[in-house]
């Protein structure tokens, strides 16, 4: 039974989004463009595009996986207080954003984020930033292509790695139709690699962070541990905040 509702209910409990009405005005403390992509036949992406005088760079940042970009937003406006660009989008079902929702998807319509950056910003421009859920997205996009570098934030070796952690009990690689294999594609990574993870992580074990950063290319890849770290909030932490102003200084 619990192997069944695993198999049927895991995109439930792998993806908490809430949802906007269409018509919902955004409210951030700093400037920002609101943008509806349509990055394919039936999916239309929201995003915003925070912006700075005189940025740094941009930020490409993928969320966790509860909430929407009312949220997240102002989480974002975070590295925008460092002068940088920052550019967000909510995942297919989350907030305005609509069509169906799956593994490929997400990564074709990262993959959409980065080329449409790509028409205002050089590759050397565009760091990527994932959090949680995002840290698979991320690092494919990074496997893919040649930004600046790939900033990780509570990162699983793969999806796979924590159902396993979870059920032990149960045959994961047979039931689990969303792996996010991030160990294959950190393998492939050629930028800067900065992983954070926290010792008290109760979402994704500390444990799956470290694997994925002894796998990574060790010339390029700088680990920080947040010892009593949880999972949603590093930046309550010296280590974070120091570490994450070297990265972007």
């Not at 929407?68 to 550019?87: C, H, K, P, R």
């Amino acid at each position: 039974m619990i192997g069944a509702s695993l198999y049927f209910l895991q995109e439930k409990i792998l993806f908490m989004p809430t949802v906007l009405p269409q018509d919902f005005q955004y409210e951030f403390n700093h400037p920002f463009e609101e943008l509806f992509l349509k990055t394919d036949e039936d999916a239309v992406i929201n995003a915003l595009h925070f912006k700075t005088e005189n940025p740094k760079g941009v930020i490409l940042y993928f969320h966790g996986n509860a909430g929407d970009l009312s949220q997240w937003g102002t989480i974002a406006e975070y590295f925008v207080n460092m002068n940088y660009n920052v550019f967000i989008m909510d995942y297919r079902t989350y907030g305005k954003s609509t069509g169906k929702l799956s593994e490929a998807a997400l990564y074709k319509d990262a993959q959409y984020c980065y080329d449409y950056l790509k028409q205002s910003y050089s590759d050397s421009d565009i760091s990527l930033y994932g959090r949680s859920l995002g840290t698979g997205i991320a690092a494919y996009l990074a496997s893919k292509n040649k930004p600046k570098q790939l900033i990780l934030e509570t990162p699983y070796y793969s999806m796979t790695d924590v159902a396993k952690s979870r059920f032990p009990f149960l045959p994961i690689e047979k039931l689990l139709q969303y792996k996010f294999p991030t160990n294959e594609f950190i393998t492939l990574v050629e930028c800067p690699i900065v992983i954070f993870h926290g010792t008290a992580d109760g979402v994704v074990p500390f444990e799956s962070g470290h694997k994925l950063f002894e796998i990574a290319p060790k010339q390029h890849t700088t680990f920080v541990k947040i010892e009593g770290g949880g999972h949603n909030n590093l930046i309550e932490f010296e280590a974070y905040r120091t570490g994450i102003q070297n990265v972007l200084k």
